[in-house]
Structures are given as structure tokens and as C-alpha cells.
């Protein structure tokens, strides 16, 4: 079954923590990216990549960090987490179509 | 700034009714162009990509794209209570970098 995970799906974390949000692909996708979703502002797309090692920022990457060491896996990396970054996470691949992860609710205090 | 702009509502049809959501961009070197559907509490889900003018249809529903006018619109045939959902329009404005419009909250009533 074609599947994105993410983990966690839910944390409270407080401001300067640094954290990890992984992504994990089962379907050798090339092309994943990282989203975040805000009431009124819909989904913002934050990293792409397009490849192993191929990464490039989306809309909103400020305060963000990426890596694609594998094909499967794409972390979301919050080094210095603020409150402003409280919102909802996806992470996504495109292949014969795309694929949304289950998100990710971050909330940063 | 690229922007993609479509009215939030809530639009509310019938059951049964044409249930006709819109979209506006402002990149005019936009190539693709694609609706999603959110439930509430869930992932969103692609189900139309359209990438040349005219008209997509798809089951259902049916993409529109007027690139002159810079206009993407979806229609829902014969819509049904389980179309109830959130419907975000996307437009590609180069390589893979994609914007996404805040999306119109759509309400079929039985």
C-alpha cells in the first residue's frame, strides 16, 4: 500500500527546542515536499526536493531546515522553534500522482 | 508576490445540484494547475490536474482552465452530502514550486 508517514503526529514543544519532524515514503518517489497549513492562509509550501541531495525552498522556508540523505525519508528540522510556527505540517511526493502524509500538529509555546 | 485567490465561503448547493467553485491567479507563466479536496481533519487529496486550456472532466467533476483570463473553476455534477469538504485550488509557478489558494469550504445539504 502506497503510504507517507510522519512522525509525530502531534507535539507540544516549547520556543528554542529544536525538533525533528520525519517524513518516510514507501513508493520511490524522486519529488517530496513540506507543507504548512494555517486557518485562511491554506497550505504553504516550505522545501522541496527533487532528488536525493536536491532540496530548494518552497513559499515559507524562513526558520526552516530540510535534508534528503535517502529517497525514502525527508526531515522537517525546526532548530529554533517559535511560536510563530504553530501549525499544521504535511509532508508530500508526487509520482503517478501525489500522496499527503497524515500531518503533523505542532504546537510551539 | 504569486498569489492564488478563490472565495472562502461557505457555498452551500442542494443535493443533486451543479456545485461551481472558482480560482484566480496571477502568474501568467503558470503551466499546471490542479484541485484538491480536504476533509475535515484530513490530508488533502488531488483529484484534478488540468494543464491546457478547455475543459478536463474527470467522473463528476469537471476542470476548467482559461489561462487568458487567468481562471481555473471546478464543477461538481450531480453533487452529493459526501462532497462536503474544503476545496483548494494549486497553481505550478515553475520547477515544483507550488501555491495554494485558502480554499472554499463547500456544503451539499441532503
Known amino acids: 500500500e502506497a503510504q507517507v508517514t510522519q512522525n509525530p503526529r502531534y507535539l507540544i514543544t516549547v520556543t528554542g527546542k529544536k525538533l525533528t519532524v520525519t517524513c518516510s515514503q514507501n513508493m520511490n518517489h524522486e519529488y517530496m515536499s513540506w507543507y504548512r497549513q494555517d486557518p485562511g492562509l491554506g497550505l504553504r509550501q516550505i522545501y522541496y526536493s527533487m532528488n536525493v541531495e536536491v532540496t530548494d525552498k518552497g513559499d515559507v522556508p524562513e526558520g526552516y531546515k530540510v535534508s534528503r540523505k535517502e529517497k525514502r525519508n525527508f526531515p522537517l528540522i525546526l532548530e529554533s522553534p517559535s511560536p510563530n510556527q504553530t501549525s499544521l505540517y504535511f509532508c508530500?511526493?508526487?509520482?503517478?500522482?501525489?500522496?499527503f502524509g497524515p500531518g503533523t500538529r505542532l504546537t510551539v509555546l | 508576490q504569486k498569489e492564488v485567490e478563490q472565495n472562502s465561503g461557505p457555498l452551500s448547493v442542494p443535493e443533486g445540484a451543479i456545485a461551481s467553485l472558482n480560482c484566480t491567479y496571477s502568474d501568467r507563466g503558470s503551466q499546471s494547475f490542479f484541485w484538491y479536496r480536504q476533509y475535515s481533519g484530513k490530508s488533502p487529496e488531488l483529484i484534478m490536474s488540468?494543464?491546457?486550456?478547455g475543459d478536463k472532466e474527470d467522473g463528476r467533476f469537471t476542470a476548467q482552465l482559461n489561462k487568458a483570463s487567468q481562471y481555473v473553476s471546478l464543477l461538481i455534477r450531480d453533487s452529493q452530502p459526501s462532497d462536503s469538504a474544503t476545496y483548494l485550488c494549486a497553481v505550478n509557478t515553475g520547477g515544483f514550486k507550488t501555491i495554494f489558494g485558502a480554499g472554499t469550504r463547500l456544503f451539499v445539504k441532503a
Open positions: 488540468i494543464y491546457s486550456n
Open positions: 508530500a511526493t508526487w509520482g503517478d500522482t501525489q500522496y
